[in-house]
């Protein structure tokens, strides 16, 4: 069983410019979340994909959007980078909506806004 | 999701039992608490959860108090590679947005 995982690694941008990540969700599992973690603190939630919907949002942007696939990946966007955009992305899938102890989270995204 | 409080920081030496306290006061009846930990460099990785009773499974054990205003996660024989952060959580599995905290930096020393 393949578990979930992001690309790229790490990656570098400049401020103003847009920014896609990527997330391959762990097979069978057709709910995706994405959080945000700043050095040194917790993962905050960003917003939630369930079968292609967004289902639940944080206390982020619009710039901050996302969308997921038919086969359940699902990309995170964000445009007009800020310096403090600058975090660890995280996603993580379930097999489905409400239960958080079958939620696999993914190695993350470094991004680094200069 | 309830507010947790745990402590900064805590050490232990290798081979003995660590255990993480976690305060969560206003917890509301639906609402389970989660414990999840963050290896360095790794995404966040699920541990153990309970309502009312204690818990225990290959990894850890979960002791809930009775009036459920405080927690304990315990590891039993602590090793280098628990080297983590800890968070504890409280979620009423509605939905899988999970509301992580500063969580407890848990260094095991040898």
């Known amino acids: 069983e393949t578990g979930v995982t992001q690309s790229p690694t790490h990656l570098i941008k400049t401020r103003g410019q847009q920014v896609t990540l990527r997330c391959s969700s762990q097979s069978g599992h057709n709910t995706v979340s994405w959080y945000q973690q700043a050095l040194g603190q917790g993962p905050q939630f960003i917003f939630q994909?369930?079968?292609?919907?967004?289902?639940g949002r944080g206390n982020f942007p619009p710039r901050f959007s996302g969308l997921q696939f038919p086969n359940y990946s699902s990309e995170l966007n964000v445009n007009a980078l800020e310096l403090d955009d600058s975090a660890l992305y995280l996603c993580?899938?379930?097999?489905?909506?409400?239960?958080?102890?079958?939620?696999?989270f993914g190695p993350g995204t470094r991004l680094t806004v200069t | 999701d309830a507010k947790t409080t745990q402590p900064p920081s805590m050490d232990c030496a290798e081979g003995r039992a660590a255990n993480l306290p976690c305060n969560h006061s206003t917890i509301s009846g639906n609402e389970y608490v989660y414990w999840y930990r963050q290896i360095h460099s790794q995404g966040p990785q699920y541990i153990i959860h309970?309502?009312?009773n204690n818990e225990t499974n290959e990894m850890a054990s979960l002791i809930i108090t009775e009036d459920r205003k405080s927690s304990t996660l315990i590891l039993p024989h602590a090793t280098l590679r628990d080297t983590a952060v800890y968070y504890c959580?409280?979620?009423?599995?509605?939905?899988?947005?999970?509301?992580f905290g500063g969580g407890t930096r848990l260094m095991v020393k040898p």
């Open positions: 994909y369930y079968r292609e919907e967004e289902n």
């Open positions: 993580a899938s379930s097999p489905q909506q409400g239960i958080a102890y079958e939620q696999y």
């Open positions: 309970g309502l009312k």
């Open positions: 959580i409280a979620h009423n599995n509605a939905g899988n947005m999970l509301t």
